[in-house]
Nanobody, 120 residues
Framework: VQLQASGGGLAQAGGSLRLSCAAS????????IGWFRQVSGREREFVAA???????NIADSVKGRFTVSRDNAKYTAYLQMNNLKPEDTAVYYC???????????????WGEGTLVTVSS
């Protein structure tokens, strides 16, 4: 399974970005996609996850500002990030799994990251 994360870039505080994570190449359906972020020198931080059934989980630190959705037909998940803050600056990674789960750190497939930079 290959994961392609895209949509990162530079935003001003209060602005928005939408990240996409597209899964391809698997023999079985991808039922879970999750996001985490990491700042250099700091621990990974869970952001959001969603299953093909629509069950989702959002970290408290971003709840109310970030939403997660997916297009099952495209095996793609989206992380809509609104009202961005400088502390949201990080590399955002997406992971995926055939099983139903909401913990990206337990997912089998790990993707490359996309950098999000929020200026004040």
């Amino acid at each position: 399974v290959q994961l392609q994360a895209s949509g990162g870039g530079l935003a001003q505080a209060g602005g928005s970005l939408r990240l996409s994570c597209a899964a391809s190449g698997g023999r079985f359906a991808i039922n879970s996609i999750g996001w985490f972020r990491q700042v250099s020198g700091r621990e990974r931080e869970f952001v959001a996850a969603i299953t093909s059934g629509g069950t989702s989980n959002i970290a408290d630190s971003v709840k109310g500002r970030f939403t997660v959705s997916r297009d099952n037909a495209k095996y793609t998940a989206y992380l809509q990030m609104n009202n961005l803050k400088p502390e949201d600056t990080a590399v955002y990674y997406c992971n995926a799994d055939e099983s139903y789960m909401l913990d990206p750190f337990r997912m089998a497939y790990w993707g490359e990251g996309t950098l999000v930079t929020v200026s004040s």
